[in-house]
């Protein structure tokens, strides 16, 4: 059997979790090669839409990165993220995907070994999950 | 304007992959990511090379825009947060919309944290191009918005940072508040007595800075204030501050000194660090700016007589019955110089800090070696008051400590050579015992000064102190330390120990920081926008950082980064205007429903939802809307996105990663 190679797609706000790992980076802090950024302005922007499109498509795990409370640059965007994530995992549990897969993390500017740290605890835990349900393309019809 | 597919005006795509020397070719093989993006849909040049940044490199992506006639650049290299503004100015100058660029992250986010797994590496990166590709096929040219700036600076902190930064703005026409939570400025600085390494006088050399800040013309004072809330972006801040009742009216008090005189009730003074006594209607010391008295409520007895003294001078000064009272400035820039607090000695136990009475902090021997202070200048130790023949000075209290602050504070090695100077300078014959890890004289004649002090027969002995004991009968101290130049264990006698405490971000940096919406370090020091390059400004545009704030530094760099952060400010004040990038919501009415429920998200009210022709429909006011995008995340139809992060953008994004690839 190939080697199980976990897919994660992060979404993070531009100015906490992207600049984390942009730190981690910087300071050359090593972490699995697993993961995806795609850079908002703010977690508060990560639609349901894209979470559900991007396990629609098989990947293995999403991760949500925003400020930490009352930290968020634009107020109260990362409320609505924790919001939508706390729903989320409902329905992924309705859908028949593992909750797990679905990580929402505040993670500072700051916070690039940390930034790390939860890539490679995430990576591993989906690693135990095993691939992602969707990836047979059983659901793809959604 | 419909967004989505139509809008893909046949993209001639141009896409660079750079190998910043070896921090990306390093690791990842540059040349075989161009080549898997030769015949990709919609690329019509891919390419590598060495320095995309540097003058020629810059020069191939313009010469190919007009050569390959490009509509979209691809730029794979550092991140977008330090270079898209390079590149987005590259194509603007060949004649692109600078909103036609996207930047591929592949130095912070691939190369540099995965450096020993090269093969995953690559297709991390070729994924990581793709995504940005797929990206770019669906930008749309954004025009830039221009918004006004109110010329007035607030400066947070009224130590000598605060005071500098605020006259070099003042001095440049610039109107500005200075907010100082204290019933005085001057800061740290005007509690000591000397500087290191020239021994000038402290309050000599500050006082008529803080003159200068109360009589300054453009200067508005604002102490015994604090900042609550902050709002609004660069150029148009909105800030409220609570003004603290100091129970005396400024502008009727003129500092004569009959109240205090009458005052029965005597409490430790903060300013002494609690060596002292003051009154409760007090002035913090002789050159306090504003030079006006408070009543300190907590331990006034409410007699009156200093009502009765106030009047018996002609005056009608004090007001018992005053309240906080709430100002709104409006500002375009802001200036954080909140300083420091020191390291709270007790946390450190073998030192016995707070259960000795002789063991003392470093602030606590600049008051009592300084004339204003509680013995007027004379070194007694607190137990009996006699003056002390044997000092030790330990070192490193609280800093370069894993278990409990990593950093190094920077001042304290200086301070302590400066205070054992001055007590040999008191008294030539004191027995003066330095403990230290590493002494660190690194400034202007900061060297020269350490030779001075040994010379003049200061001991140095180099080892971390393991324990403080005291003889209960004398209150004298024994101070146990291995000597590990020696290799032996050292037992000595002293009569009094001096902590060479750290500096700390003061304890209100959290409150701060939420206000203000900027970052912290993990040593809780406030975060610089870049370590190198922008050492002064904060993640947020208009909000500048100086002195102890920032991280522990003496005097000279306090002066030197707080001209620094006032020559920042001074850009977009001067300036007059400032360009906000048009990342904002848009609504497609064609679908809106006008549920509503974009417009009770919005933290800043910048939608409303109007009655139209067509029915309900939400309207963005563009010059409110900060682009967060909360808007477009919760809209059930879809019909608001946000400009340069559209639904359309980010699920190509996230199909480049996954369509096609089990």
Same mark, same amino acid.
């Given at each position: 059997m190939k080697e199980f190679k976990p897919l994660i797609i992060g979404f993070t706000c531009n100015w906490c979790t992207y600049a984390g790992a942009d730190l981690a980076g910087t300071s050359r802090v090593q972490y699995p090669p697993s993961i995806r950024l795609i850079r908002v302005m703010c977690s508060g922007r990560v639609s349901p839409e894209f979470i559900l499109e991007a396990f629609k498509n098989g990947a293995d795990g999403v991760l949500i990165g925003g400020c930490h409370p009352g930290d968020c640059h634009y107020l109260r965007g990362n409320y609505m993220a924790l919001r939508r994530f706390l729903l989320l995992r409902r329905l992924l549990r309705e859908m028949g995907i593992e909750p797990e897969r679905l990580r929402l993390e505040w993670i500072s500017a700051a916070e690039g070994g940390r930034f790390a740290e939860i890539v490679k605890e995430f990576t591993e835990q989906i690693r135990k999950l095993g691939p992602s349900p969707l990836k047979s393309g059983a659901l793809r019809r959604l | 304007m419909a967004q989505g597919t139509n809008h893909e005006d046949s993209p001639r795509i141009g896409v660079y992959i750079c190998h910043c020397g070896l921090n990306i070719a390093g690791v990842i093989d540059c040349e075989k990511v161009a080549e898997a993006f030769k015949d990709y849909p919609g690329v019509v040049v891919s390419k590598d090379y060495r320095y995309m940044c540097s003058d020629p490199g810059q020069e191939l992506i313009k010469e190919d825009i007009r050569k390959y006639n490009l509509n979209r650049v691809v730029v794979a290299a550092c991140s977008p947060r330090m270079h898209e503004p390079t590149f987005r100015k590259c194509i603007a100058e060949a004649g692109l919309n600078p909103y036609l660029f996207e930047m591929a992250n592949i130095r912070e986010m691939c190369s540099w944290c995965h450096t020993h797994q090269r093969e995953a590496a690559n297709e991390k990166a070729i994924d990581m191009v793709r995504m940005a590709v797929e990206k770019a096929r669906r930008l749309q040219p954004l025009e830039t918005i221009e918004v006004p700036v109110t010329p007035k600076a607030m400066v947070i902190g009224g130590g000598v940072a605060g005071i500098q930064a605020a006259l070099d703005l003042a001095d440049m026409g610039f109107k500005v508040y200075m907010v100082e939570k204290s019933p005085t400025i001057g800061g740290k600085m005007a509690l000591l007595d000397k500087t290191f390494p %020239? @021994?000038?006088c402290s309050i000599c050399i500050l006082g008529p800075k803080m003159v200068d800040v109360a009589r300054h013309p453009n200067i508005e004072l604002l102490s015994y204030s604090e900042v609550t809330s902050v709002d609004g972006f660069i150029g148009n801040f909105k800030v409220k501050v609570l003004k603290k009742p100091r129970y005396v009216k400024e502008e009727e008090c003129n500092a004569c000194g009959a109240c205090t005189e009458v005052c029965p009730v005597e409490v430790p003074n903060e300013w002494d660090m609690g060596l002292g006594v003051r009154k409760a209607i007090y002035r913090p010391f002789p050159q306090a700016v504003p030079s006006v008295f408070l009543i300190d409520k907590d331990s006034c007895i409410e007699c009156e007589s200093c009502v009765e003294a106030c009047r018996e001078q002609g005056r009608d000064a004090i007001d018992f019955n005053m309240k906080p009272e709430e100002v709104e400035l409006d500002v375009g820039a802001i200036i954080v110089a909140t300083g420091f607090d020191l390291y709270d000695p007790t946390k450190a136990r073998e030192y016995g800090y707070g259960r000795y009475p002789n063991v003392i902090t470093n602030l606590e021997f600049e008051r009592l070696v300084n004339a204003a202070g509680p013995t007027g200048g004379v070194v007694l130790r607190p137990s009996d008051g006699r003056p002390p023949r044997r000092v030790a000075f330990i070192q490193c209290v609280g800093s370069r400590n894993v278990s409990a602050r990593e950093y190094c504070s920077r001042i304290c090695c200086m301070a302590t050579l400066k205070h054992a100077h001055q007590l040999k300078e008191k008294s030539p014959s004191t027995e003066v015992v330095v403990f230290y890890m590493d002494l660190r004289s690194f400034g202007k004649g900061y060297e020269e000064f350490y030779r001075r002090v040994q010379e003049e027969g200061v001991r140095f002995i180099r080892g971390r102190v393991s324990k403080v004991l005291e003889n209960p009968d004398t209150h004298n101290l024994v101070v146990r330390c291995e000597d590990t130049l020696s290799g032996e264990i050292v037992e000595m006698e002293f009569d009094m120990v001096v902590l060479a405490a750290g500096l700390t971000p003061p304890s209100d940096a959290e409150h701060l920081q939420k206000a203000l919406k900027i970052s912290r370090s993990p040593d809780g020091f406030f975060l610089e926008a =870049?370590?190198? @390059?922008?050492? +002064?400004? %904060? =993640? +947020?545009?208009g909000i500048y950082l100086c002195g102890t704030a920032q991280g522990p530094k003496d005097i000279p760099d306090t002066v030197a980064q707080a001209s620094a952060a006032a020559a920042q400010a001074s850009i977009p004040l001067s300036a007059g205007k400032v360009v906000v990038e048009p990342i904002t919501a848009q609504v497609n009415e064609e679908l809106c429903g006008g549920c509503r429920i974009c417009e009770s998200i919005c933290a800043y009210g910048a939608i409303a939802v109007v009655e139209t022709e067509r029915g309900a429909k939400a309207r963005v006011h563009e010059a409110i809307c900060q682009g967060c995008g909360a808007c477009s995340g919760a809209c059930p139809s879809g019909a608001i996105t946000m400009k340069h992060f559209t639904d359309t953008q980010i699920l190509a994004q996230i199909r480049a990663l996954t369509v096609g690839r089990w």
């Open positions: - | %020239t @021994l000038d =870049h370590p190198k @390059l922008r050492p +002064v400004e %904060t =993640h +947020v545009p």
